[in-house]
């Protein structure tokens, strides 16, 4: 026997070559061309820059602004639009005119107060004034000290008063007391016991204070000042504004134009930015302040 064959088999394979297929571009304009370089115009493609702080607040300032809802106007009364028909809100008036037409434009069934409303310069401005003529409203008193019960106050408190006072930050349910007083005058030695209740007097505009006369060592003096009609005025805490009764729609004019004089002379000219009168019940009339 012979030597067997051996079949010997390359499974290689021959190497593929891989063209690149190039991807042949249009035929170009030349008159196209031409103006793109003269115009300095390049084909490559334009990369669009991120807008800078500036621009991005500029155009956030641009944006329109949302039109403004109107306020609605406060409903009034046929009998409010009745008495006010005639009135000029425009034009402004001397005192005694104001005061007149105050008196005419008012519509409660009983007799009404005439209000001063007084815008100021700025807020925190107080103090006492003494007005010629008494207001009408008779102030409810409470005195602390000795002798409190021959001061001629209504009510001479004790630290009974003082307890009824606290119960009023209770709920109503565990017999919540009452603060049905106008006026707090105090001696000096009480001041301790009523500090213990400023969280409810001072909200109030009920704590005593030397500067406004309620701290005192003579009671039966300051009782019957405030009684005659020392009055004290100040604005509200958070507005230029100083609302006070000065008198009752009945009183002469020459006595309300008096009260208000006093009032404004007190409270200095150049500081007030604007006075109007109403009545209790009606429209506000404008005060020429060149007839202070």
């Known amino acids: ?16 070559e891989v063209k690149q297929k190039v991807q042949k571009g249009k ?13 300095g ?3 490559a493609p334009l990369i669009a820059t991120p807008p800078t702080a500036t621009q991005l607040q500029a155009g956030h300032n641009d944006k329109p602004k949302k039109p403004q809802k109107p306020g609605k106007e406060k ?9 006010s028909k005639d009135l000029d ?56 000290g000795k002798d409190a019960d021959k001061s001629g106050a209504d009510v001479a ?25 106008d ?3 105090t001696t000096p030695e009480w001041m301790p016991k009523l500090a213990k209740v400023a969280r409810i007097l001072g909200p109030r505009g009920l704590m005593p204070n030397p500067k406004n006369g309620t701290i005192t060592d003579d009671l039966k003096k300051a009782v019957d000042s405030f009684q005659a009609g020392k009055t004290e005025y100040r604005t509200e805490a958070k507005a230029p504004v100083i609302h006070l009764g000065l008198g009752k729609l009945n009183q002469p004019t020459e006595e309300l134009s008096a009260n208000i004089k006093m009032l404004l002379q007190t409270i200095g000219k150049t500081r007030i930015k604007k006075v109007s009168l109403s009545p209790t019940m009606g429209p506000s009339v404008k005060v020429d302040l060149a007839s202070i």
């Open 89 to 144: 809100r425009s034009k402004t008036y001397s005192i005694s005119e104001a005061v007149e037409i105050t008196k005419k434009l008012s519509y409660s069934k009983n007799v009404g107060t005439l209000e001063a409303h007084i815008n100021t310069i700025q807020t925190n401005i107080r103090g006492l004034v003494s007005l010629p003529f008494i207001s009408g409203k008779k102030l409810k008193i409470v005195a602390f």
């Open 157 to 181: 408190g004790s630290d009974e008063t003082i307890e009824n006072i606290n119960k009023q930050s209770l709920p109503a349910k565990a017999g919540r007391g009452k603060v049905d007083f």
């Open 75 to 83: 409903p009034r009364s046929k009998k409010y639009q009745e008495v």
């Open 1 to 16: 026997m012979g030597r067997p064959k051996v079949k010997v088999i390359d499974d290689s394979q021959p190497e593929i």
């Open 183 to 185: 006026l707090i005058i």
């Open 27 to 39: 035929p170009k304009d030349e008159l196209v061309e031409k103006l793109k370089a003269e115009l």
């Open 41 to 43: 115009i390049s084909d």
